[in-house]
Nanobody, 123 residues
């Protein structure tokens, strides 16, 4: 497993943007896929986006396609989530997650989780 620390959450108006960052402690960070999930109040945690070990492939939930972009900097052991055109329904705690695989196969790939960062989108 790996220690993950998210940052960058906050309060933003509808239509605004935020960039989340996740710093990982694992030396072999570049060998594993990474992902972002979110959990709204009273709801289950859901997949948002994933990126494979070398960044050449990304995957998104339908609800965020075209608005969110996941990226990674393996030299900095960091994964990012750029969020644009934010909507009130994007309000949630966002979690960074580390996979057990190089590539992305599904939401059950992930075994390491950060503490979460709150994103609130006001209408």
């Amino acid at each position: 497993q790996v220690q993950l620390v998210e940052s960058g959450g906050g309060l933003v108006q509808t239509g605004g943007s935020l960039r989340l960052s996740c710093a990982a402690s694992r030396r072999s960070f570049s060998s594993y896929a990474m992902g972002w999930f979110r959990q709204a109040p009273g709801k289950e945690r859901k997949f948002v986006a994933a990126i494979v070990w070398n960044g050449v492939r990304t995957y998104y939930a339908d609800s965020v396609k075209g608005r969110f972009t996941i990226s990674r900097d393996n030299a900095k052991n960091t994964v990012y989530l750029q969020m644009s055109s934010l909507k009130p329904e994007d309000t949630a705690v966002y979690y960074c997650a580390g996979s057990v695989y190089e590539n992305y196969y599904g939401a059950s790939d992930f075994d390491s989780w950060g503490q979460g960062t709150q994103v609130t989108v006001s209408s």
